[in-house]
């Protein structure tokens, strides 16, 4: 299971926040109700939610243990319950929401033809439901993730391990949207570029996303190999634009949609 270190994961926080206000300026100003937040990381975006939404209950899950007890240190201007948990969990039992929200963890969940149908189950009627995945699997960033696993430095020490990511494509996600009789369905993809110091800024952000479950499936003492030859094929693919800064051009799914009262 993949375990995230909050202080990598807040060293590019002002670029991974944007997706996520992106994602909040489609719903409608306030949704005053309870909020039930998938994924919430050490909880600075989930209370901001809860703020800007008007949320009068919140309960803020995450599978890390390291990003719940950050996010107890916190002060919670609503009652909130810091759930450690499997994400799935979640998608079992009788409880509606007023909101349903995901921040860049589904990508993380296979089978999304039945995680869907359990998140909108959640949205109480009147709700909604609002999800932000990266799109980037199939960008030079996470394509060369699987080459530099397979180079000669680290000796077939990958076997027959590989990635796969669960994302559709966006057509799929109305669709379910609207069987499902949802309104106001907005489903966007949306790519942001982020200008980044270094190709070492580059492979710092990955650490923090698709590159830790490479990380989590090798030996620890071949870290460094992997990452230096990563690093190497990031430095060719991703030129420099002046002073070393390195556009990385990263493409997020934003989907938000009504359940009917």
């Known amino acids: 299971m993949v375990d995230w270190n909050p202080d990598a994961y807040r060293r590019f926080a002002e670029q991974r926040n944007r997706p996520f206000l992106d994602l909040l300026d489609l719903l409608p100003p306030t949704v005053p109700g309870r909020l039930l937040d998938l994924g919430c990381g050490d909880g600075r975006l989930t209370r901001l939610a809860a703020d800007r939404l008007g949320a009068t209950e919140v309960v803020a899950i995450d599978s890390s243990a390291k990003m719940i007890a950050s996010a107890r240190e916190g002060e919670d201007k609503v009652p909130t319950a810091w759930r450690e948990a499997d994400l799935r969990t979640a998608l079992g039992g009788d409880d509606t929401w007023d909101v349903v929200l995901s921040n860049a963890v589904l990508q993380f969940l296979d089978d999304h033809d039945a995680v869907f149908p359990g998140l909108m189950a959640r949205v109480a009627p009147g709700g909604w439901l609002a999800v932000h995945m990266p799109f980037n699997h199939v960008a030079r960033s996470h394509l060369l993730m699987e080459e530099a696993a397979q180079a000669s430095e ?19 996600y109305a669709a379910w949207l609207r069987e499902a009789g949802f309104q106001h369905i907005s489903v966007q993809l949306r790519t942001y570029r982020h200008p980044l110091e270094g190709a070492g800024a580059i492979v710092a952000w990955m650490k923090s996303g698709g590159l830790q479950p490479w990380l989590d499936a090798l030996d620890p003492a071949l870290h460094d190999t992997f990452e230096a030859v990563y690093t190497s094929m990031i430095d060719r693919a991703y030129p420099s634009i002046g002073d070393d800064v390195r556009l990385l051009d990263y493409t997020r ?9």
């Open 253 to 261: 799914l934003l989907i938000v949609g009504r359940k009917p009262s």
């Open 154 to 172: 680290l000796g077939g020490a990958f076997g027959e391990f590989r990635v796969t990511w669960p994302q559709e494509p966006p057509e799929v």
